[in-house]
């Protein structure tokens, strides 16, 4: 047994050694418990995540998969149609939404006129408003009562309020006018209401002849419309082929667009004062700015055969087209191609065509007497949804967003199935577009340079703006 020699105590060392171990970086396991532990036993258990890039190489080429698993589903789940309202008897010529109740809806056919519940999707009042064709009707701004035109060259007010047991169905006010009336809107916040037929007048609901009659040597109007954001100013679809713009404080129209085919209806988007749409015999939609007519700012081209009315969303993002061709397709406002396209097998001409005030469902009117409802979004989920639903569909829309220009993607997304006739109709439209073109371009290459300028598909429409 050896005995260690002790080494004599030094301060200076022990100093030096206690210097070295406070110097060095010790690492502590450091847990919150309130980053993992749930609070009660119905929370979703938490799971740290590390966003660094770094960690995730994969991460784009799995949000594409997301994306284009989401563009499958949402075609696998676009069912669109909801109801069909169906208790006319002749068939659906125009339609008029509610301002304060979003299930309220009146539909005026060319034998009558009944006001629908859409949340019970039955009808709750059917009255005998007009000998013939009822051509408009209009709800009053505040929803106390409605205005009709038809055929029978009078204008009549009506109660919202079904009448009561035993009473009779009558008019609150009749006025008789001159000529067939065959379109009406009312002001958005007075008792002002305007009518066209041989001529656009505008009536003080007191008063049983017009306050002020617009005509600029034309036949007749089709359509007229009060801007919804500038209340003073309106505008019409006349016979000559023109839209004519008007304000309610001059004693004369304000200016004209002369087109080469007659417009049917227009539309003025809520959100954007200045801009509206206007349906078209040639088959397209035109957007125009109403301070620069020259040209529209926007062609809107897929229907095959002539739009007969237009709507906007709330939004004023979209708007919604009814055709000849048996078709309804939304529209987004700068677009020149439809996003969507709706049809059945027994929907025929859709003649009238509504947005619901809530963003969520379109209407549209048509030959065979129904009315049938849509949702604008058509593979949206209907009914509540819980907080994860939202987030998941919140993600999903911003992964296809992301990922839209991807081909496969973009393929998947825009394709719809169509009818036969309509299919082979706008591969025929196309090709007829195509060879017009080839002939422009041959007979400007074989031409002196200079004489033949190219004209737009913008420039193309319109003859002339009149002032």
């Known amino acids: 047994c050896i005995k260690r020699k002790s080494m004599p105590f030094s301060p200076s060392a022990y100093f030096t050694r206690f210097i070295h171990i406070h110097a060095m970086k010790v690492k502590v396991l450091s847990r919150n418990p309130d980053d993992y532990v749930r609070e009660t036993k119905l929370d979703i258990q938490r799971v740290p995540r590390n966003y660094d890039p770094s960690l995730h190489p994969f991460e784009v080429p799995r949000e594409y998969t997301r994306a284009l698993n989401a563009t499958k589903l949402e075609r696998v789940f676009a069912k669109p149609f909801l109801a069909s309202l169906d208790g006319h ?41 007009h000998e013939g064709f009822v051509r408009g009707m209009v709800v009053r701004f505040c929803g106390t009562s409605f205005f009709t035109v038809g ?49 656009v007048d505008i009536w003080d609901e007191q008063r049983s002849s017009p306050i002020r009659s617009f005509s600029w040597g034309v036949d007749s109007f089709s359509c007229v419309r009060f801007n919804p954001v500038e209340t003073e100013l309106l505008a019409s679809c006349a016979s000559d082929r023109s839209i004519v713009l008007y304000d309610m404080r001059e004693a004369t129209p304000l200016k004209k667009v002369i087109m080469n085919m007659r417009s049917n209806t227009l539309c003025w988007n809520p959100m954007e004062a200045y801009n509206f749409t206007c349906s078209n015999e040639d088959y397209n939609l035109y957007t125009y700015d109403m301070r ?24 004023g993002k979209e708007f919604v087209s009814a055709s000849f061709d048996k078709t309804i397709r939304i529209f987004p406002k700068d677009s020149g191609h439809s996003r969507e396209v709706y049809h059945t097998k027994r929907m025929q001409h859709v003649i009238s065509i509504k947005w619901s005030s809530d963003n969520k469902y379109i209407l549209s009117a048509s030959d065979e007497m129904n009315i049938r409802l849509w949702k604008a979004n058509a593979a949206e989920k209907l009914g509540l949804l819980a907080p994860r639903e939202k987030s998941a569909v919140n993600y999903s829309q911003k992964l296809k967003e992301k990922f839209q220009h991807h ?43 200079g004489s033949m300028p190219v004209v737009t598909e913008k420039e193309k429409h319109v003859v002339t703006v009149v002032k």
């Open 89 to 129: 008897r002749d068939g659906v010529n125009c339609m008029a939404k509610h301002p304060k109740s979003l299930s309220t809806m009146l539909s005026g056919s060319c034998d009558g006129e009944v006001v629908w519940n859409l949340t019970k999707r039955e009808c709750v009042r059917t009255l005998q408003a």
């Open 151 to 199: 055929d029978d060259k009078t204008i009549k007010q009506w109660k919202m309020e079904t009448p009561g047991y035993g009473e009779e169905e009558e008019p609150l006010n009749t006025i008789l006018g001159k000529s067939v009336f065959t379109c009406i809107d009312h002001h958005q916040k007075e008792g002002v209401f305007v009518t066209c037929g041989q001529q």
């Open 292 to 315: 620069y007519l020259d040209k529209p700012f926007t062609v809107h081209m897929d229907h095959v055969s002539a739009v007969l009315d237009v709507d906007y969303s709330p939004t």
């Open 407 to 449: 081909p496969q993607i973009r393929r998947i997304s825009r394709h719809r199935h169509l009818p036969k006739s309509i299919y082979s109709q706008s591969k025929e439209l196309r090709v007829m577009k195509e060879a017009r073109r080839r002939k422009e371009r041959n007979v400007r290459k074989h031409s002196k340079p």
